[in-house]
C-alpha cells in the first residue's frame, strides 16, 4: 500500500513522447470534433428514426431488435460526455460546452457533479480516499450482469430517486459532501442542473403519453433502462482487476484493442491508458499517441473476448483471495522514443506475444 498522505500529488510515470510530438497531439480540431460528435448524434437520429418507423410498420419481433439497437447505442452517450467534460474535443471551447449541454441532457447526466469527480480520478487514480470514483476490487456477477445489460427495470426508480434528491439540496455519502461541502457556487449548479433534467425528461414523458407517442420516451428517456451489455463490455473493461495504489497508468488502467464501429461508438477509450497518461490529447489522437509509446505499453487484449477472458480469469481469482490483484508486465529498461512521423508509418496495432505477470498484492 502507499504511504502517500491523503491529497498529496502523485508523482506519475508516463511514456516519454517529446514535447513537439505532444504539441501537435494535444492540438483539437473542429472538424474531427465535428465528425466524431455529429456523427455520433447523426448515428443515434438514425437507429431512433428506424426504430420509430418499424413500430408503425413492422411485427412486434422486428421491432424490438431495433430498439435495442438503439439502446446499444445510445448508452455511449456517456463516452461523448465524458470526452466533452475534459474540454478535448473541439477548437472552438463554447462548441465544447454547446455539446456537453446536449450530450448531459440525452444522457441524461449530471455533469457538474461528473467533471468535480472526473477530476480527482485523473489526478488520484485509484488511489483513494481522493479518487473514489473508482474504487478496487471492483467485482460483476451473471446476474448483475443481465439486470443492467438487457433491461434494468430500476433504471427510471434511480433517476428519479437521485436527481430529485440532488434537486432538493441533499448530499449523501463521502464523496459527494468531499466533493461540493467545501463549493456554494458548485453545489448551486448541481442542484439546478438535476432540476432541469426532472423537468426535462418529465415533459418529454408527459407528451409522448398525452400524444400516444409511446415509442419517444423509450427512445430517450428511457433508453438507458435497456440494451446495456455492449456500453458494459467496453466501459467496465477500464479498470477492473488492475492494481490500486501505484504511480504507474500502465499498471491501473488498462487498453484493449476494438474493431473500427465500436471504437467509433466508444470514442476512443479502449485507449484507457493512454487517455490517462495524457488527458489533454483528444480522443481522436489517442490512437497516434499509442503507436508512439506501444513498446512502453504491456500487452493489450485484442477484442472483447480476449479482454473478458483476462477479466474473467483475474476476478476468479480475487473472489479466491480477495488480496490479489493483476500486475502486468512492462518493459524495463523503457525503449527510446519512436517519433511521430515514424509512427504514421507504423502498421497497425496487434497484441503483444508476451504473457503478463500475475502477482499477489498484500493489503
Wanted: proline share 7%.
Amino acid at each position: 500500500m502507499s504511504d502517500r498522505g491523503p491529497g498529496e500529488l502523485i508523482q506519475w510515470y508516463r511514456c516519454k513522447v517529446s514535447k513537439d510530438d505532444l504539441a501537435k497531439l494535444n492540438q483539437r480540431s473542429d472538424f474531427w470534433g465535428f465528425l466524431q460528435t455529429v456523427g455520433f448524434l447523426a448515428l443515434l437520429a438514425g437507429t431512433g428514426t428506424l426504430a420509430f418507423w418499424a413500430s408503425l410498420n413492422l411485427p412486434w419481433y422486428a421491432v424490438v431488435p431495433l430498439f435495442f439497437l438503439h439502446a446499444s447505442c445510445w448508452h455511449f452517450l456517456i463516452n461523448g460526455f465524458h470526452e466533452l467534460i475534459h474540454d478535448s474535443v473541439f477548437k472552438t471551447r463554447m462548441l465544447n460546452r454547446v455539446f456537453l449541454w446536449i450530450y448531459s441532457f440525452l444522457g441524461p447526466y449530471n455533469h457538474i457533479a461528473f467533471w468535480a469527480s472526473h477530476t480527482e480520478h485523473h489526478k488520484f487514480t485509484l488511489h483513494p480516499p481522493d479518487d473514489l470514483e473508482v474504487v478496487l476490487p471492483q467485482s460483476y456477477s451473471v446476474k448483475n450482469f443481465f439486470k443492467t445489460g438487457f433491461v434494468n427495470l430500476w433504471h427510471p426508480w434511480w433517476f428519479l430517486k437521485g436527481n430529485a434528491r440532488i434537486a432538493s439540496g441533499r448530499l449523501e455519502g463521502d464523496w459527494e459532501h468531499h466533493l461540493f461541502d467545501d463549493n456554494p457556487r458548485l453545489r448551486t449548479q448541481l442542484i439546478w442542473w438535476a432540476r432541469f433534467l426532472l423537468a426535462g425528461h418529465l415533459t418529454i414523458v408527459a407528451v409522448s403519453v398525452y400524444f400516444g407517442l409511446w415509442q419517444i420516451p423509450l427512445l430517450i428517456t428511457l433508453a438507458p433502462a435497456y440494451a446495456g451489455a455492449l456500453h458494459f463490455f467496453c466501459n467496465a473493461s477500464q479498470h477492473v482487476g488492475l492494481r490500486d495504489n501505484v504511480p504507474d497508468f500502465r499498471l491501473c488502467c488498462r487498453t484493449i484493442y476494438l474493431n473500427p464501429v465500436f471504437q467509433f461508438l466508444y470514442w476512443h477509450m479502449n485507449y484507457h491508458t493512454e487517455h490517462h497518461m495524457y488527458a489533454a490529447v483528444p480522443c481522436y489522437n489517442l490512437p497516434k499517441l499509442h503507436r508512439l509509446i506501444k513498446a512502453e505499453m504491456p500487452h493489450c487484449p485484442n477484442g472483447l473476448y480476449e479482454t473478458w477472458t483476462v477479466i474473467g480469469g483475474i476476478l476468479a481469482k480475487q473472489k479466491a483471495d480477495p488480496n490479489y490483484q493483476f500486475q502486468a508486465e512492462v518493459p524495463n529498461p523503457a525503449p527510446g522514443v519512436l517519433k511521430l512521423d515514424a509512427a504514421k508509418a507504423a502498421p497497425a496495432p496487434a497484441p503483444s506475444e508476451a504473457a503478463p505477470v500475475e502477482v499477489a498484492v498484500a493489503s
